[in-house]
T-cell receptor
Framework: EAQVTQNPRYLITVTGKKLTVTCSQN?????MSWYRQDPGLGLRQIYY???????DKGDVPEGYKVSRKEKRNFPLILESPSPNQTSLYFC??????????????FGSGTRLTVV | AQSVTQLDSHVSVSEGTPVLLRCNYS??????LFWYVQHPNKGLQLLLK??????LVKGINGFEAEFKKSETSFHLTKPSAHMSDAAEYFC??????????FGAGTRLAVHP
């Protein structure tokens, strides 16, 4: 089954304790991205990757890092989490074409709480 | 600047009545447009997408949307709401090759 797998689904952590949210896709997509969802703001892009070793900032990159060492994996790293990073996070992958992105496949989400 | 505006943060309908969720976009070129649905504690599911083919797009679960370039709109409709349609709906458009730009979401409530 074609899917994007995120782990963990739920995470409660303390301020300053480094954490990683993993994301893996099995569709051989070049493009992967991380979003955060906050009430009243919709989804905002954190980082994206056009292919292996190619990453770039989205709209809200502060406090986050990513890496793309393999095509299938795109982990999100919070080196020193803060309470304002409490949010629902989604990983997504897609292929692109002449008209841009042809619709993402989203993971199930990771609900992160930083206390 | 490219943006998406969902005109209603909450919509409430009775079961069996039509649903209209409104979305306007701002873009300097012809966009690809999408509607996603998110049920409580679930991920995002693609309902339908417009990619410059037919302007009336049919999606899953009886939803459809019409692309109107003159009005820069892409409203989502369904003739008859079901209780299972209660969810949050997001309009999005492809902002070039690097991201989808999302609206703030519309929460649909369906009453018996």
């Amino acid at each position: 089954e074609a899917q994007v797998t995120q782990n963990p689904r739920y995470l409660i952590t303390v301020t300053g304790k480094k954490l990683t949210v993993t994301c893996s896709q099995n569709m051989n997509h070049e493009y992967m991205s991380w979003y955060r969802q906050d009430p009243g703001l919709g989804l905002r892009q954190i980082y994206y990757s056009m292919n292996v070793e190619v990453t770039d900032k989205g709209d809200v990159p502060e406090g986050y890092k990513v890496s793309r060492k393999e095509k299938r994996n795109f982990p999100l790293i919070l080196e020193s989490p803060s309470p304002n990073q409490t949010s629902l996070y989604f990983c997504a992958s897609s292929f692109s074409g002449d008209l841009g992105i042809y619709g993402y496949t989203f993971g199930s989400g990771t609900r992160l709480t930083v206390v | 600047a490219q943006s998406v505006t969902q005109l209603d943060s909450h919509v409430s309908v009775s079961e069996g009545t039509p649903v209209l969720l409104r979305c306007n976009y701002s873009s300097s070129y012809s966009p690809s447009l999408f509607w996603y649905v998110q049920h409580p504690n679930k991920g995002l599911q693609l309902l339908l997408k417009y990619t410059s083919a037919a302007t009336l797009v049919k999606g899953i679960n009886g939803f459809e949307a019409e692309f109107k370039k003159s009005e820069t709109s892409f409203h989502l409709t369904k003739p008859s709401a079901h209780m299972s349609d209660a969810a949050e709906y997001f309009c999005a458009f492809s902002g070039g090759y690097n991201k989808l730009i999302f609206g703030a979401g519309t929460r649909l409530a369906v009453h018996p």
